[in-house]
């Protein structure tokens, strides 16, 4: 990561996002971890004092996985640095409404991710000053993340230490807002809510013109209605909703549906505006800057490139609680 932090540090703009990108030389080492993966009937991972303390029945229904460092900030997901575009949204959001010669945008501001996918970026932004929840239902990510060691205070990066305070970082995994415990967990007052690749309307809104693969869905576990009032209830006033999303082309009819290629919110702009939203940018295309930040970081090259040119798109939302 921090190969890719050099190559792209000329790609932000502002002391913090500056910070963020610096901030990979202070990540922690993991060690490996191993863990039983059983991925039937529904994928459950257990620690080896758990797997040991299965019936030898059961055990055989387990495969032994080993998780590396370079598999704890990655996941299924990529480089977290690939969060710099929807952060530097936010950044300049804030920039925009700061008082004069406020150099920070980012420090002592409450953060919560929806469907985080991966711990990096949610350590960076804790250590720079944030108090940042993460939010998950990855069975994986809650046995590789939710340890006392990664979680609780974090103290300031190095190039820090003299300028702000540690950060929180804090992680809840299962159904919000649905869930009541949930709730709690994640609590209120925050000044960003923000969601990566996770609120797509190809994922929360079935498609009418073609079959699709209900498994491939995500089950808010609420009306999108009831969703949007809990994203405006747990944001202060002003308080941001951003939804960023990477896509890749739709298939043609006739081919199986992709339900990660439809980047479009899954809320309509009345919907937003209804629960007390402020739209301040709805679909928007951000396909330019972020094709440049990926190509720095090395996604149009390696066994798998991605064609950056004709089969990559990108939409955001932003609003502002009013």
Not at 154 to 163: I, N
Not at 294 to 311: I, Q, T, V
């Amino acid at each position: 990561m921090r190969r890719e932090a050099g190559k792209i540090q000329q790609m932000v703009e502002g002391e913090d996002m500056k910070r963020l990108i610096m901030a990979t030389t202070w990540l922690p080492h993991p060690e490996p971890m191993t863990l039983y993966e059983r991925p039937q009937p529904t994928r459950n991972y257990l620690t080896p004092e758990e797997f040991e303390a299965l019936p030898e029945s059961e055990r055989a229904m387990y495969s032994e996985q080993v998780y590396d460092g370079y598999y704890f900030y990655t996941t299924r997901y990529g480089s977290p640095l690939a969060y710099l575009r929807p952060l530097q949204i936010l950044h300049d959001q804030f920039a925009s409404t700061a008082e004069p010669n406020v150099p920070n945008m980012f420090r002592g501001k409450r953060i919560v991710d929806f469907g985080f996918g991966t711990y990096g970026h949610l350590r960076l932004l804790a250590s720079i000053g944030c108090s940042v929840t993460g939010i998950e239902v990855d069975p994986l990510l809650q046995k590789l993340y939710d340890r006392p060691e990664f979680v609780g205070d974090v103290p300031p990066s190095g190039m820090d230490e003299r300028k702000s305070g540690p950060g929180m970082l804090s992680l809840a995994f299962g159904s919000w807002p649905g869930d009541n415990i949930m709730r709690g967990k994640v609590g209120d007052g925050y000044d960003v809510f923000m969601s990566k690749n996770t609120l797509k309307r190809g994922y929360i809104v079935p498609p009418t013109d073609r079959e699709y693969d209900p498994k491939r869905m995500i089950q808010l576990g609420v009306e999108p209605e009831v969703f949007v009032r809990e994203v405006a209830r747990v944001l202060k006033p002003g308080g941001l909703f951003l939804m960023y999303n990477i896509c890749p082309k739709q298939s043609p009819i006739g081919e199986a549906y992709k339900p990660w290629a439809d980047g479009r919110s899954p809320f309509e702009r009345e919907m937003l505006e209804g629960a007390g939203f402020e739209v301040l940018a709805f679909d928007s295309d951000d396909a330019t800057k972020m094709r440049e930040l990926a190509k720095g970081l090395g996604w149009d090259s390696g066994n798998e490139p991605m064609d950056l040119e004709n089969d990559f798109f990108v939409l955001y939302t932003l609003t502002r609680k009013r």
